[in-house]
């Protein structure tokens, strides 16, 4: 049955709106509440959003789906590092079956559509002979499509030029139908396999039609410089937008004449950064002593020098990252925090990076919004703003998918019954209305 939602409240438009949902799960139409007839549902299924804000969904930029759910098998990662996690992970890969990956990534990705994403882009390991994961989330890309698109990357984990048979595993995972090139140079032996890994991948996605996201500079160490590497090739090779760079937290360590210089290379060259705020701020600084620095990229920065940036949530409770539900909105908070964006329009910034920025990582142009011929995917938010909606942590109230509502939330209210006190409720919608 086709879909009616009833008096939402849309960007952009003054007064609530009335959106009719068509047979072909796009938006058919979108007109003031007041004058739509309200006794006219054609038949639809009614969605009462009551005033509440109708928002296009969450896009999760940056995940690796392969290793959620994996935390402290066989072993916990005791020293917090990257390192550390990466060695975990080496322990948990040849327990990897398809029955136990399709399990743990079908937990997350409804975790995901109940906190209102509903287009993921997963990392996946590839430095493996069996490519177990691999083929497993090309089985779940296809069986969640109606719901969620999922576009996989093919991730080197443990290198494309350092780790033994790595560029022909790359190779074997285009065969298989991954949508992105990975790569992760600062993690290769030298800077010149660095170098080398990053040419392989722009290679291999401009024969292929297929975008790059690199694993790029994820260290505190300033001389590991391979985003210029990959900015200077996206430009050449014209790929431009549809490369992006992830996580580069030397950045963070970046002394302001080289910051200017790269800065001017990112801008020219199109393309993308993601920032993983919570996993980063766990994971870097684990080598210093005081002052201990934050180890997240430049953020405010690049924003200004007019560059893309989106924020990811990397991880969620594995080799990495123990904690984490899968909500970008708290993936928002802590990017607010951590990248010191707190005024009103900063932390507006900062829900963007988990909007449409991190559409526009994804390549969603035409395929993402609330405009009348687009899919139907949007989230229903008992929020006045996206800035009230990252201060408050609000979860959707409704979820809806191609046409159809996939997810309802929870109330915001609480009944407290302390001891010498009169019974009373907190209702984080009204208390926090300021
Ligand atoms: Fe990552």
Redesign the pocket.
């Known amino acids: 049955m086709p879909l009616l939602v009833r008096a939402g409240r849309l960007a952009g438009h003054a007064e609530p709106v009335d959106l009719r949902v068509g047979d072909d799960g796009r938006i058919a139409s979108i007109v003031a509440t007041s004058d739509a007839p309200s006794d006219d549902t054609g038949g639809a299924e009614v969605l009462d959003a009551a005033g509440r804000m109708i928002a296009p969904p969450y896009v999760e930029p940056?995940v690796?789906l392969d290793s959620v759910l994996t935390a402290g098998e066989p072993r916990w990662n005791e020293s917090g590092t990257l390192w550390e996690g990466i060695e975990r992970w080496t322990e948990r890969k040849p327990l990897l079956t398809h029955d136990d990956v399709v399990g743990r990534v079908m937990q997350v990705l409804r975790w995901q559509v109940a906190n209102g994403v509903l287009f993921v882009r997963s990392?996946v390991d590839v430095t493996d002979p069996d490519l177990t994961a691999l083929r497993a989330l090309v089985e779940v890309r296809e069986r969640v499509r109606d719901v969620m698109t999922l576009q996989l990357v093919a991730f080197p984990q443990e290198g494309i030029v350092s780790f033994d048979g790595g560029e022909k595993l790359l190779e074997e995972a285009v065969h298989l139908g991954v949508d992105v090139i990975g790569a992760i140079p600062h993690y290769e032996d030298t800077r010149e396999d660095g170098v080398r890994s990053v040419e392989i991948a722009v290679d291999l996605a401009s024969r292929h039609g297929l975008m790059v996201d690199a694993?790029c500079d994820?260290i505190d160490d300033e001389q590991s410089r391979f985003v210029e590497v990959l900015a200077t090739l996206a430009n050449r090779s014209g790929l431009r937008e549809r490369v992006t760079a992830?996580?580069t937290t030397a950045m963070g360590s970046y002394n302001a004449a080289y910051s200017y210089k790269l800065s001017r290379i990112i801008a020219r060259s199109g393309i993308n950064l993601v920032c993983?705020p919570m996993?980063n701020l766990h994971l870097q600084g684990r080598f210093d002593a005081y002052p201990k620095r934050r180890g997240l990229t430049q953020v405010k920065e690049l924003l200004g020098a007019g560059v893309n940036v989106a924020f990811?949530h990397?991880?969620v409770m594995d080799p990495w990252f123990p904690l984490g539900t899968a909500n970008p909105c708290q993936v928002a908070l802590v990017g607010s925090l951590a990248t010191q964006l707190t005024s009103p329009a900063e932390v507006r910034e900062c829900y963007r990076a988990v909007t449409d920025r991190a559409a526009r990582v994804l390549g969603l142009q035409g395929g993402y919004g609330i405009e009348v011929g687009r899919p139907a995917s949007f989230v229903v938010l008992d929020a006045r703003d996206p800035f009230d909606v990252v201060r408050r942590q609000v979860r959707p109230s409704h979820v809806v998918a191609n046409g159809h509502l996939v997810a309802r939330g929870p109330e915001h209210a609480s009944t407290l019954t302390w001891p010498g006190e009169d019974e009373m409720s907190v209702d984080f919608r009204r208390d926090a209305d300021r």
Do not use: L, P, Q, R
């Open positions: 940056h690796h990392h694993h994820e992830s996580h993983n996993v990811g990397d991880d």
